[in-house]
């Protein structure tokens, strides 16, 4: 064996990952990301675990238990600390930040200016006292043109009447309100605005109460339901309708029920007041399945107990309608993306926009809702969270005499918060904001530039009226947020100004006309930020929350602010903790340690120090357009950003240097190779000779993860090993390849030794190789190398794909097939996808001279050659991910079926390939084509497969015409030839004559027996 890298220390990572451990470890994090990464809104957020154990694998010598390390405390460790790490595509700072935590010197880069901001603040030391005050003063800064405080200011624009105990006064406030956009009719004489429901469901929920179960009533003997907590999400008894067979609860089937808080309750039975006798040593609890409906024909809010039927009838106009939409009044038909009017026309919205409106003007909203909070019906319960203490939450009140409710009623047990109906005043109150924004609006800072045309932008905004980034809010958010900017900018600490700026951008998500309300989910009850999708699809139902926020709002400033203080804590003090091997540990390292970060393209780094490991994320081709969705928030935080740093001057983020695949900006899979090409080779120009790169890819789709492996080699590293993570059920992972099946894999790379590529080196002969260290590894990995739990038969495969790469990279450029051609990356993945699915699933479907042909090749005999005709499905299945379809079919094995339905193939025969295959090897006696015409054959008539040969020579055979300067050609191949003809013969009664003349003339010329 040879000891090419003598020098150079291994790494942990170069020979193991914990990839059970991490991927455990990486679900839950998923969901709940920790504090620090909580503070900012960004785009497809990694989870730090991954980026921690990479760390530390790179950074630990090989041999080194990275789970061990984990938990353990790295302020002084030597191996972690001062090492100089570089992340060329920061994005939301998590490479940064946990190498921070491990007292690397870090140097993060994004394109992306709102990037570089968010890393900034997350990294930046603060005073969490400081900053407590500086939120807080913020809080009482006095607005100009309220002359109030400015959470008064914020707060006063979303009061409503509380339903229950506040007619005449609007001193409960608004949590959400909801809007609904409406389409206006295609029809010329028609012209009706339809507004765009989809169903009437406003919210559900379940909230679990208190109850006697099977209560008996002294009067009449019967028993019953007692429940002493109410059920309801809205105020009004006359609102709330009951499902007559099943409205008991969960699990109480048809029970009859009764609440009354405390004794009499009227009995359901013989509708006495009774004190009924319990039979439960204490109460029990139930959940209650509850709806809030919306009234098409009247506009009331009314709430329904049970499964609602198909078919409701509104307690009011008695109107009667479907849950799910309601003809008469038109509806949104979301399957079908178009609306449908009561005059009987169905449209989409575009056409809608398109037919009535000026060029800037929006479709018309108007809301039917609110979801209100009123402290004084929610009575104590403001002291539940005890000791929780919020930022923003009412400190004096607290720290004075527990305040007790002045009333006990139906929302105490909600906490106070009630669904109710717009009324007038909700609407005044409206309209005096859009009032105060008008007259406000030229002194306040809010964004005026223009959307700019992009791939994101054109369709979600541009396309629907929305020309300018304003357009995005309402007038009263628009009011709200711009009074809230300045007052911020009002703060004279400037790294304190960016904190709050920082909680007021991931405010931003929230306070926009395309956020939404969930309704059904495990967030229920929650606002869903524009940005849960990564576009700008409009809405047609809207929920505005309160910009300053409530005790129970979600996700307003109050809350952001929160996170941001929690994120500064976390940063002091972290901790990350998990389960492993039944006990719970943690590692807590605080952010500390030296950092620079650059706003500007990677693609020339200006790294002045020699970098020990790049560790990154780069960008995935068009997965998420950065640029273009981050304009969203950047054109909020240059206004106070845009003289302080040159990266906030421009109107918009940069572009044109971004890496990605974007059609609209003319940008293809080709620049997007050539961006990550050029930012790895500088990688490799700054990093020590023995350093590593390590970073994760999301892939998801093959043609992606191709150019990023091309551009790895192509910038002078080599591959040394691949692992995968992921955090989806073990279920879905059998197939791997094409069906969308998204892995996180963790690439680890070293430069490449320059000596190992001057010499071309044959294909087939790394292939054997390959397949040896391949074998090694499936013993490694079933001798227990990753645990005692098995790897998905996918990671495996992944594991294995990465250990042949291996090989094929360190003498990338000097692989060569047996025509002297370089074997290019796509091919050799092809074919080492193929040999490790052999070699996973252990099937010996082709003889063993056979074993190493082209992939398509593979399929061909292995799937193919028995049939005339073959289902899209089992094509699919007989690539096994190894290719994808088109390689088939641009190969002129197969082409689209002409007959029957759904998606068939033909399987072309040697004849009907047989013009074809002659034009594309030209003339038998000429020499190899490669040298003849040069590059030139093989780019524009495809690369030559082994079934290329066999047909060719098939076809010739039954023209009757010579076979034997063909034969003559390919008698390098002739092993195959012979073994292929035998394979086939007996696939094929039909082709039995062919293949025998050639059998036969094989064995005639002692040209062609003794080849290898
Ligand atoms: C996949 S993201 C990184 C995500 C990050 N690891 C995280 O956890 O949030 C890739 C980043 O590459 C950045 N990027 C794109 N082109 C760039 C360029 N030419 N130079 C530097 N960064 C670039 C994008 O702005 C984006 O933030
Ligand atoms: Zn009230
Ligand atoms: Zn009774
Ligand atoms: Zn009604
Ligand atoms: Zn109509
Ligand atoms: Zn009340």
């Known amino acids: ?83 100089v790490i570089l992340d060329p595509f920061m994005g939301g700072g998590t490479t940064v930040v946990e190498a921070l935590r491990l007292g690397c010197k870090v140097i993060g880069i994004d394109l992306n200016p709102v990037a570089w901001f968010i890393v900034k603040t997350e990294v930046e030391p603060v005073d969490i006292d400081a900053l407590k005050d500086a939120f807080e003063r913020l809080a009482n800064r006095r607005v100009e043109w309220s002359g109030k405080s400015v959470r008064e200011t914020l707060l006063e624009r979303y009061k409503t009447e509380c339903p229950c105990c506040g007619a005449g006064r609007e001193d409960a406030d608004v949590i959400y309100t909801f809007w609904v956009k409406s389409a206006i009719c295609t029809s010329p004489n028609c012209k009706r605005q339809v507004p765009l429901f989809s169903d009437y469901v406003i919210s559900q929920k379940s909230p679990s109460i208190r109850y006697w179960r099977d209560a008996l009533c002294p009067k009449c003997g019967k028993s019953f339901d007692w429940e002493v907590e109410p059920a309801t999400l809205i105020a009004e008894p006359t609102l709330m309708v009951n499902n007559p067979l099943e409205a008991a609860g969960a699990g109480r089937g048809n029970k009859r029920w009764a609440y009354a808080p405390r004794p009499p309750v009227r009995c359901p039975w013989c509708r006495q007041e009774v004190t009924p006798q319990p039979r439960e040593p204490k109460p029990l609890r139930k959940k209650v399945d509850l709806t809030v409906l919306l009234c098409p024909f009247c506009e009331a809010v009314w709430q329904y107990r049970g499964t609602p039927p198909g078919r409701v009838a509104c307690p009011v106009c008695r109107g009667e309608y479907s849950v799910v939409a309601e003809r008469r009044v038109g509806y949104y038909d979301s399957k079908r993306m178009k609306f449908v009017c009561s005059c009987g026309t169905v449209a989409g919205v575009l056409e809608s926009v398109r037919k009535w409106l000026r060029e ?428 005692r739990e098995p790897l998905s038969p996918a990671d495996v495969r992944i594991i294995l794909i990465g250990k042949c790469l291996e090989l094929y990279s360190r003498h990338y450029g000097a692989v060569v097939d047996h025509e002297g051609k370089e074997v290019e990356l796509g091919t050799a993945l092809e074919e080492i996808r193929m040999m490790v699915d052999q070699l996973v699933t252990r099937e010996q479907p082709l003889p063993p001279e056979l074993q190493d042909i082209d992939a398509p090749s593979y399929i061909y005999l292995t799937a193919l050659c028995g049939q005339r005709e073959i289902k899209g499905d089992d094509v699919h299945k007989a690539t096994r991910g190894v290719m994808e379809i088109d390689v088939l079919r641009n190969a002129g094995l197969i082409i689209k079926g002409r007959t029957g339905r759904g998606r068939t193939y033909e399987v072309r025969s040697p004849r009907e390939r047989y013009n074809e295959l002659c034009e594309k090897f030209g003339d038998a006696g000429a020499p190899v084509q490669s040298t003849l015409f040069g590059e030139e054959v093989s780019r524009n008539r495809g690369r030559v497969l082994f079934i290329d040969k066999m047909h060719l020579l098939m076809g010739i055979a039954e023209g009757g015409e010579n076979l034997m300067p063909w034969l003559q050609r390919f008698r390098g191949d002739a092993p195959q030839i012979k073994v292929a003809c035998e394979y086939l013969s007996e696939r094929r009664r039909d082709w039995v004559p062919a293949l025998k003349k050639i059998l036969n003339l094989m064995d005639l010329g002692p040209l062609f027996r003794s080849e290898r």
């Open 1 to 83: 064996m040879t000891t090419e890298t003598t020098q150079t220390t291994k790494r942990a990572i170069e020979e193991y990952f914990p990839i059970v451990e991490i991927n455990r470890l990486a679900v839950p994090e998923r969901n709940a990301f920790k504090p620090i990464y909580q503070m900012h809104k960004w785009f497809a957020r990694r989870a730090s675990c991954v980026f921690r154990a990479i760390l530390l694998g790179a950074m630990k010598p090989a041999g080194t238990d990275i789970m061990e390390e984990f938990y353990k405390d790295h302020t002084n460790d030597p191996d972690t600390k001062g090492k």
């Open 360 to 787: 800037d003007e929006l479709l018309p909203i108007r809301p039917y809702a609110v979801e209100g909070w009123c402290p004084r019906c929610g009575g104590d319960s403001e002291d539940e969270e005890e000791g929780e203490e919020d930022l923003f939450g009412e400190k004096k009140r607290r720290r004075g005499k527990k305040r007790e409710p002045d009333h006990a009623c139906l929302l105490t047990k909600n906490g106070g918060k009630f669904f109710k109906r717009i009324t007038a005043l909700d609407l005044a109150r409206y309209q005096q904001a859009c009032q105060t924004w008008e007259h406000e609006k030229a002194r306040l800072p809010y964004p005026k530039s223009k959307v700019p045309w992009g791939e994101k932008t054109k369709s979600g905004l541009i396309a629907h009226n929305y020309r300018y980034w304003h357009q995005m809010f309402n007038p009263r958010q628009l009011l709200c947020l711009s009074t809230l900017l300045k007052d911020i900018d009002g703060e004279l600490d400037e790294t304190l100004k960016e904190m709050m700026l920082s909680a007021f951008n991931t405010a931003l998500n929230n306070s926009n006309m395309f956020s939404r309300y969930h309704r059904f989910s495990y967030r229920e009850g929650k606002i869903e930020g524009v940005f849960s999708r990564h576009d700008f699809q409009p809405k047609t139902t809207i929920c505005e929350g309160n910009v300053w926020g409530t005790k129970d709002g979600y996700g307003a400033f109050r809350q952001c602010s929160q996170k941001v203080i929690e994120g500064k804590e976390f940063a002091v003090a972290p901790s990350d903790s998990g389960r492993v091997e039944g006990a719970r540990r943690s590692a807590r390292d605080p952010v500390r340690g030296e950092w620079e970060l650059r706003a500007e393209t990677a693609t020339t780094l200006h790294v002045i120090d020699a970098v020990d490991f790049v560790v990154t994320d780069p960008p995935y081709a068009g997965n998420v357009n950065y640029a273009e969705l981050t304009d969203f928030f950047y054109v909020w935080l240059r206004l106070i950003l845009a003289d302080k740093y040159a990266s906030f001057a421009p109107e918009e983020t940069p572009k044109a240097e971004e890496i990605i695949e974007n059609p609209t900006r003319g940008k293809t899979g080709e620049d997007f190779e050539q961006g990550l090409t050029a930012v790895f080779r500088e990688c490799h120009r700054v990093l020590k000779d023995d350093g590593l790169l390590v970073f994760t890819f999301h892939h998801s789709e093959e043609r992606a993860w191709e150019a990023l492996l091309r551009a790895v080699c192509n910038a002078g590293f080599e591959i040394i090993t691949v692992f995968p993570i992921h955090g989806e059920a073990e279920t879905s992972m059998h197939l791997m390849g094409t069906e969308g099946i998204a892995y996180d894999l963790i690439h680890v790379c070293r430069k490449r030794d320059q000596q190992a590529t001057i010499e071309t080196r044959s294909w087939a002969g790394i292939r054997q190789e390959v397949r040896r260290n391949a074998r090694q590894e499936i013993e490694r990995i079933e001798g227990g190398r990753y645990g």
